[in-house]
């Protein structure tokens, strides 16, 4: 990611347009030019009830003329209907085009002048209540698959916010529905854009681990408490990260491998722990705390799945051991619970 700075460097947040600009134009270009063309063919073919104030015979040009200022404007008065014919057809036609031609106009201006303003203005609005929204640092193969598993675990890809200075890589995050701001993850200025205090979570996935180390203690240093994932493909850097401020640190190699050593122990080892990890699978892996009924139970009586270990206290620990006989206020329980179940939580 290259480096920018932060006094000079403007962040704006942005969502895809449901219309090309371009196809838009040209549809709103054909409609105008579509209606003007009926009403010049019938002034032409019924050229006889027109009449001009210099008594001339009506040609093509007169009626191309008269059509043009009879649409844009109510006429000059050079060139008038003088049939009852012609003027019902200006009256209930042409009257109704000239005000859609400019509606027309009006709303080309709005949408290709207008809207840019008002555009940016929503967008400011939006980035100055984000909350409890979910930002992805990095918008890479991790990073994107990433934002697809949420969105498949039903999040609104509104409340996804990614960062990259990839032009091709925002214009895939916008394709997915998520608010994407061009900008440096490592800065101060782009995370506070983004409102990283009031997010839900940070996902970072820069593609380098000393860049994905940075994001993290920049992270942190702006919001102590802000969840933060992030992925590190050197185990050496592993510990960096988590001293960086990191809550969850992920090698996708070493999961990789975790899954192929698995499968040499049994035919279904790794097939279950990609089904607990997948949007698609059976079952999920589910992280709660502990209501007021279940205080003084032991995990293994909970009734929403199946316990697999408690964190107390900065500890963690599994369904065999004694702490686990007895839930106190304050537990986080990780439980296995069918994924219909997941969705309902």
Known sequence: MRSDDADHWSYHLRRKRRTPVWLSLVWRISLAFGMIGVALAVHWFDR???????????SFADVLYFTMITVTTVGYGDIVPVTQQARLFDTFVVTPIRLFVWLIFLGTAYDFLLRRVWERWRMKVIQRHLEGHVVVAGYGTSGSEAVNELIRRGADPNTIVVIDESA????????CGATVMEGNATRNA????????????????????????????????????????????SEDNEAIAHQAGADTVINPASFAGLLLAGSTHGAHLAEYMADLAAS???????ERTVTEAEIGTRLADI???????????????????????RLIEGDTIIEVIPRVARYQA
Request: glycine share 10%; proline share 4%.
């Open 48 to 58: 006889d009830g027109l009449r001009q104030s210099s008594g001339e015979p009506i």
């Open 168 to 175: 091709s890589a925002l214009r895939a995050a916008e394709g």
């Open 190 to 233: 782009a995370l506070e854009a983004v409102k990283i205090d009031c997010a839900s979570a940070l996902i970072v996935s820069a593609g380098r681990d000393d860049t994905s180390i940075l994001i993290v203690l920049t992270a942190r240093r702006l919001s102590p408490s802000v969840p933060i994932s992030v992925v590190i493909r």
């Open 280 to 286: 698609g699978g059976r079952v999920a892996l589910h």
């Open 303 to 325: 009734e929403t799945g199946l316990g697999h270990r408690i964190y107390r206290n900065g500890k963690c620990f599994g369904f065999w051991e004694p702490e686990a006989a």
